[in-house]
């Protein structure tokens, strides 16, 4: 199908959608944010911000969550803005509840290191080594490799160092050289740029890498490049395991009895100074942001799209198919970001939680779920799960794949 047409099927349906929303100010084009927070829409009625958050609520009991918080919105303009379920017991969810949002910070990193580029600060290409002279095989992985996860470095999240530790004291706080220091621990699972597989220690290297380059330390670095020019006023750094208030609590099962989870320690997450909160409105405006490359050229923004790692992902005899995925054309990692069926998207999880940012240029169509779990929660991505749901709703010509 071409782009064409898709954006033609898109229009119509998205009209639909946004004809039928409640009369009132959660309708009007703005600020992510309302003048007082974020905010639930008006009652929607039976139009297609309706329908969107029947399903959602339909979601959210079949896969046994405690709530789901959403937005939609088209053209930055909102289709429907929820919460449903608890928080905790007796406590409605809120749409302005604060949660954690774990590798939306990668995008937020790819697009900085973007933007050192076009301004001739650093290439690509260019080794590690200099400012990360420590690292092995540090002359031959280069910011890019970091940036789309081709190093052939391991995650140390799934690793069992990693996950008894983490689970015998959930409120230990981790350092960055623990964390890289799991994944070196092992040899490379390819050489580097030759293969594709997620690893979280990418990401922890690339943010020690863009302070060093800067000279300025990754919080303010991301303040200032990204959620300060996105206007992103709930979305921070936080160097303890608080959150800020109102808090969407969080529970999981992970070590054999349900518990909350809420002020576990993050510190693994993510690099020091990119361990970020956000909340609903938020994650849809950075959805939005990151998925259409307003912070970046447009060949920047090609390159963050796919920046060469379609065709890796090959499983090998050291790197196998639940490692090394392959990456096509219709799903693949660009530079911080997942590509998929045209979508363009962050899909963090944490224990007991779970969230999405997800943009669909062709529609200028901007999805963020976050959802905490149940008690029998089975579903390794739930949010992912609504988000593919509501698409199918609001662009079934080009749905998210869960």
């Known amino acids: 199908m071409t782009r064409m047409r898709i954006a033609a099927l898109c229009t119509a349906t998205l009209l639909a959608s946004t004809l039928h929303l ?24 039976s139009g297609q911000a309706g329908k969107v958050l ?28 929820g919460a449903v379920g608890e928080s905790m017991t007796g406590v409605p969810a809120t749409a302005d509840m604060h949660f954690r949002v774990g590798s939306v910070a990668f995008s937020y990193m790819g697009v900085v290191l973007l933007q050192l580029v076009e301004e ?46 983490y689970l ?36 922890m290297l690339l943010g020690e890498a863009l302070a060093k380059i800067t000279g300025e330390p990754l919080d303010g670095l991301l303040r200032r490049r990204v959620m300060d020019r996105l206007d992103l006023r709930q979305t921070r750094n936080g160097f303890t395991p608080d959150l800020p208030t109102p808090v969407l609590h969080g529970f999981t099962a992970a070590r054999g009895r349900y518990e909350e989870v809420t002020f576990w320690n993050p510190s693994w997450t993510a690099a020091r100074g990119a361990v970020l909160s956000s909340d609903i409105c938020d994650l849809a405006r950075s959805a939005q942001a990151i998925g259409a490359g307003e912070l970046l050229s447009p060949s920047s923004y090609r390159t963050q799209l796919n920046p060469g790692t379609v065709g890796l992902g090959h499983a090998t005899k050291t790197c196998p198919a639940d490692i090394c995925r392959t990456n096509t054309e219709a799903e693949h990692f660009g530079l911080g970001v997942f590509v998929r069926n045209g979508w363009v998207l962050q899909n963090p999880f944490l224990p007991g939680y779970a969230a999405v940012q997800a943009y669909l240029p062709d529609c200028r169509l901007a999805i963020a779920v976050a959802t905490t779990q149940g008690p029998a929660t089975t579903d390794g991505q739930p949010a992912q799960t609504i988000a593919a749901r509501i698409s199918e709703l609001l662009a079934p010509d080009h749905p998210l794949a869960p």
């Open 22 to 45: 409640s009369a009132g100010p959660a309708t009007a084009a703005g600020p992510a944010h309302p003048q007082h927070g974020c905010a639930a829409s008006p009652d929607p009625g």
């Open 54 to 81: 029947d399903a959602v609520r339909r979601a959210k009991e079949e896969l046994d969550l405690n709530s789901v918080l959403l937005k939609v919105t088209v053209d930055g303009r909102e289709v429907v803005t």
């Open 120 to 165: 001739g600060k650093v290439g690509l290409d260019d080794p590690v080594s200099r400012w990360l002279p420590d690292l092995p095989h540090a002359e031959e992985i280069t910011l890019r490799m970091l940036g789309s996860t081709t190093s052939g470095l391991h995650d140390y999240v799934p690793d069992p160092v990693f996950q008894n530790a």
């Open 168 to 203: 015998a004291d959930p409120f230990r706080e981790w350092t960055e050289a623990e964390l890289v220091g799991v994944s070196t621990a092992h040899d490379l699972w390819y050489a580097p740029g030759t293969n594709w597989s997620y690893s979280h220690a990418n990401f």
